[in-house]
């Protein structure tokens, strides 16, 4: 217990290191940050502790609102999940919500294999369905590796199509709100984040079944 409790105390002294770090570059930082926040951008991403939203961007806090879960997971019935966006996109008027995966994430990981996990078995059986529907692509990859980091790109596109599908970015469509959804992947091996070409910024671009009137 001590050990553990050491632990948590060199958090702390950690704190009070990066407070005066921020202090010798900006004396009045955090009475800015202080300040009602005012981001452009809302990151959906992976819980996983390597792909801290703000830092692998070079964004300040405040800069950027952030909703982050296992395998970076955008379920219709999730209210936790929707009530970020629905807050991003009303009323800080976000205009960029970015889809965030990274190589070697875990809850895929754990979607493709045939073992039983708990309750994570349900929150992660809608990328087993991203599975499904690109069963024959993902098999015909020749290596395990190349399938996993191939199902990585596939949940992120996936979990695209559900933002659009909500009906918080159907209506700020609706009302010609400026507000473009992306779908990006990090690399934890080499630090570099890839935009997978999935840009979404006009409901037209939506099946029409999803298109709210």
């Excluded at 997971?73 to 800080?92: F, G, M, P, R, T």
């Excluded at 008027?93 to 493709?112: L, P």
């Excluded at 609706?174 to 997978?196: A, N, P, S, T």
Aim: proline share 2%.
């Amino acid at each position: 217990m001590g050990q553990r409790w050491a632990n948590l105390e060199n958090l702390l002294k950690m704190n009070k290191e990066w407070v005066q770090e921020k202090l010798n570059v900006d004396a009045d930082f955090f009475n800015h940050l202080k300040d009602i926040q005012r981001p452009e951008y809302l990151w959906i991403g992976c819980s996983d502790s390597r792909v801290p939203a703000n830092e692998i961007v070079g964004l300040e806090p405040g800069e950027m609102f952030v909703h982050r879960n296992i395998a970076n997971v955008v379920i219709q019935s999730d209210l936790n999940c929707l009530s970020v966006i629905q807050y991003a996109v009303e009323v800080l008027k976000i205009k960029h919500i970015i889809v965030t995966g990274h190589y070697g994430c875990g809850g895929v990981k754990v979607a493709m294999e045939h073992k039983r996990m708990g309750m994570i078995d349900n929150w992660l059986r809608s990328i087993k369905d991203v599975y499904c529907a690109h069963e024959e692509e993902v098999n015909a990859i020749p290596d395990e590796e190349g399938r996993f980091r191939r199902m990585c790109e596939l949940n992120v596109k996936a979990q695209v199509r559900n933002v659009c599908h909500t009906s918080v970015v159907q209506d700020a469509w609706l009302r010609k709100q400026e507000l473009c959804i992306h779908g990006w992947i990090f690399d934890v091996g080499d630090g570099i984040l890839h935009d997978l070409g999935v840009s979404v910024h006009d409901r037209n671009q939506v099946h029409p079944i999803y298109q709210s009137e």
